[in-house]
Structure formats: structure tokens, C-alpha cells
């Protein structure tokens, strides 16, 4: 009997089984909660297929051939492993387990993703954790990512997509630049300004606004540009110059006074705080289990603000 045969009959072995195990069509019917015209007919499928009587029955009993004898040695280790894989599977379903692939942005994964996955390590001591921090779109499908928090995000059809938080951009500057410069009033003002770019991918970043219901990108000159967002939040934190970076960045900074915003009139709604994962169906516990705790812990909201 091929494999494909045996994956293709395997209720028949295990109707098979449970005759063998009672010696009657009778009483695995009812165990099977099936009716006898079907065991009768399992068990027939099984002899034409193997070409190969298994059972001799009479009107009071049913006993294994030779052929069913060895038959039924195999088909047993089968439907325990078959039992032994599906108790492992509940299980796994049941509690987060094994090895969790987790990519994030560098300064937002860092500063509010990562409390969560201590949380959720210690909840669940089965599940191990790998965690890369990268601010480009990794393919997690190719990479074998479990899950990836974005901020925004390419479109891929081959990924589920649950918004998070949402996410709005700020511009700021220290008391004292602002003290020495002055607030900007609107977005063409900061042309007279220092300002603080930063860099993704290479590029300049260029800073977005709102103006008369219409989206404008503002490319601007830097004397101080930066690949890690936290340096530049630092810069302006020194007096350096304005910044425009997410909030989940300064929130702090500006409940403390450290920072203030300018411009927040012209502020223009941002593509939400993500998770995105490669498939909705059989979703791991993992996975599910993560998403569930970021949910409760931000209820759909930008706690950092």
C-alpha cells in the first residue's frame, strides 16, 4: 500500500482497528458512532486495495488472517502516531511553544514592543525568542519571520495586516532653540530654521504636512543628518535644531517639557502602527497569544502619547 493510499484510508484503518480490538462489526459501529454498512464497507475497501483478505467472518465471530495479523501490528503503530502527532498539535494550540521570530523597528521596538515580549516570555516559558531590529521591510515569508511590528508598511498580498495603534508625526524643538530661533509659524518657516533630518535607506526623510486639506512633503537641508532616530531626538533634546519624528519617540520628552511642539495644526493623519504576519489560517498560538497581549496592553491606543 502506497503512502498516498494510506493517507487517503486512514478512517478505514482505523475503523480496521477498533473491529480488530472488539472482534465485532456490531459494537465498533457503536463505538465509532458509525453503522455497521459502513464499517462493512471500510473494512472492504481496505482487502480490495491490499488485494488481500484480512478478516474471516461468520455469524458469531470475526477473526484476523494471517495477512490481517500483520496488518494490524502496522496499522496500530500508525494511529498512534497519527494519536501521538494530534496530542502534540492540541498542544502546541493551546500553549505559545518553541521558537518565536520577531522583527521590529529599531527606536520603536526597542522603547515599546520589547517591555511587551519580556511580559510574554515570562508568561509562556516554552516559547524562545529571536528578535531582529531593522527600520527596512524584511520579506518575512522568505526570512521565516513569525510576526513584524511596522510602522505604516508596503503593501504584500501574502501577509495579514492588524492595525495596532495609530500614528502621527511630530515636529518639535527644545525651549531654548525655540527661546533663540522662534516657534515656526507655519511649514514654509522652517526654510529659516535649523532643522534635523533624518535618514532611511540613505535618503533624507522629508517632513509632511497638512495644509488646506492638501498632503505636502518638505525636503529640507540639515547640517546634522542621522540614521538612528534616537541620536536625532537626542540632537534636538541639545538645542540643535528642530526634528519631526513619531511621537512614540518624544512623548516623554514633551510631558516633561524637555521638548515642545510646533506646527501641530498642519499635522496630517499617518499609516497606522501594524502587525503583519504571513498567514490567517492555523495562526500559532504564538503569534496569536503576542497580538492579544499588545491589545491589552494599548487598547488600540498611542500610550506613549
Known sequence: MSNRTLINNISDILVFVKVANVRSFTTAAQLLGISRSAVGKSINRLEEQLSSRLMYRTTRSINLSEEGVIFYEHALKIINEVEEIESTLNKRNKTPEGRFRVDLPVSFGRMHVIPILFDFLS????????????????????????????????????????????????????????????????????????????????MPVSWHYQINNQCHDYRLKSRMLFHNSEALRDAALAGFGLIQVGAFLVGEQIRKGELIPVLESFCREEKPICAVYPTRHHLSQKVRKFIELIDDKWKGKAIWE
Not at 524584511?138 to 508598511?153: E, H, K, P
Not at 511630530?170 to 530661533?181: D, G, V, W
Request: charged letters at 30%; a negative charge; one cysteine or more.
Open 123 to 202: 508568561k509562556w516559558p516554552e516559547v524562545e525568542a529571536e528578535v531582529t531590529f531593522s527600520d527596512y521591510y524584511s520579506d518575512l515569508v522568505r526570512d521565516g519571520i513569525d510576526l513584524a511590528i511596522r510602522i505604516g508598511g508596503n503593501d504584500d498580498s501574502r501577509l495579514i495586516r492588524k492595525v495596532l495603534a495609530p500614528h502621527r508625526l511630530i515636529t518639535c524643538a527644545s525651549p531654548n532653540y525655540l527661546k533663540n530661533r522662534g516657534v515656526p509659524e507655519t511649514p514654509d518657516d522652517l526654510f529659516d530654521h535649523e532643522t534635523l533630518v533624518f535618514l532611511h535607506q540613505g
